[in-house]
């Protein structure tokens, strides 16, 4: 239980490392599928690297069930990533940032639908907290989530499915196989990058080739560390923590290290994750 934890507190520093490069990248990389595809072949790499280089044992069983499981993994991470953009252009950040954040309900219903994993009333509360606070954080003046389009729909349940393939993979695939299942997941991604590189005409500028390494590096560890979370911790714990727990690491950085000044309702949110993050894991 405790490493579990420390799995789960790791994946979450790794996720927040994330937010923090992109950040200082925002203004140095021009290319950003080229960067995104620097991101994706550190990632596959370190797979690689974890799973000693079987990448095809011929002795695993259910070998074509981890690639496929992966391939879909890795297709998610990509039109998440390429609906964010999109959404970003046509509907704000705004809107795109609570969609996209509010992903997590997606794998909390499966959690409680497919796996049978029903939290106690104190988690749910703890839950209902969360997403209360997402909306806080993200809230402007002005904006309604009434004007939703079919787009962020769709951001919602890629980015919301692709966290919950490693739950998926972890109680349907061979979960001893995690690595690989990372390995073909990052493989994916990476060839439709290359894809998409090719019909953009987009080149690899050196800061996107340095800054799409420096994101990879977490990006890889945030994704091994919440598999490993998973094997232990029920999912409905597990998402919510590491999605809102992400969200305080993120501003908590930001403060400290970009001189943001939050609103009043920012810290109140804050304070309502903190609630939040004790109610989830009681």
């Known amino acids: 239980m405790i490493f579990s934890m420390i799995d789960l507190i790791l994946a979450i520093i790794s996720s927040a490392l994330i937010a923090v490069i992109m950040r200082i990248s925002s203004r140095r990389v021009q290319g950003r599928i080229g960067m995104l595809a620097a991101n994706y072949l550190t990632c596959l790499f370190l797979g690689a690297w974890y ?8 002795d695993a069983p259910g070998l074509a069930v981890t690639a496929g499981m992966g391939a879909v993994n890795g297709i998610l991470y990509l039109a998440g990533f390429m609906l964010l953009q999109y959404n970003t252009r046509k509907n704000g950040v705004v809107l795109s940032s609570v969609f996209m954040k509010l992903g997590l309900l997606v794998p909390m219903v499966l959690s409680i639908f497919l796996f049978g994993e029903i939290p106690t009333l104190l988690q749910w509360t703890g839950f209902l907290l969360a997403v209360g606070a997402i909306l806080l954080i993200n809230y402007e003046k002005g904006t309604s989530l009434s004007g939703a389009k079919l787009p962020l729909i769709l951001m919602l349940l890629a980015g919301g499915l692709g966290d919950a393939m490693s739950k ?4 349907y695939g061979p979960g ?7 390995f073909y997941t990052f493989v994916g991604a990476f060839l439709l990058c290359l894809l998409l590189i090719i019909r953009n005409k987009e080149g690899f500028d050196k800061f996107a080739l340095l800054f799409g390494v420096l994101v990879g590096i ?5 994704a091994k560390f919440l598999l490993m979370a998973l094997g232990e911790l029920p999912a409905v714990i597990v998402y919510p923590t590491y999605s809102v727990a992400t ?8 403060i400290g290290l970009f001189g943001e000044r939050l609103k009043k309702k920012q810290w ?4 309502v994750i903190l609630v939040a993050l004790i109610m989830l894991n009681f």
């Open 268 to 271: 109140l949110a804050l304070v």
């Open 247 to 254: 969200i305080l690491v993120v501003t908590l950085a930001g």
């Open 218 to 222: 977490p990006n890889f560890f945030s």
């Open 168 to 171: 998926i993979f972890e109680v």
């Open 51 to 58: 799973a000693g280089f079987r990448l095809f044992p011929a």
């Open 176 to 182: 001893e196989q995690g690595d690989l299942f990372l």
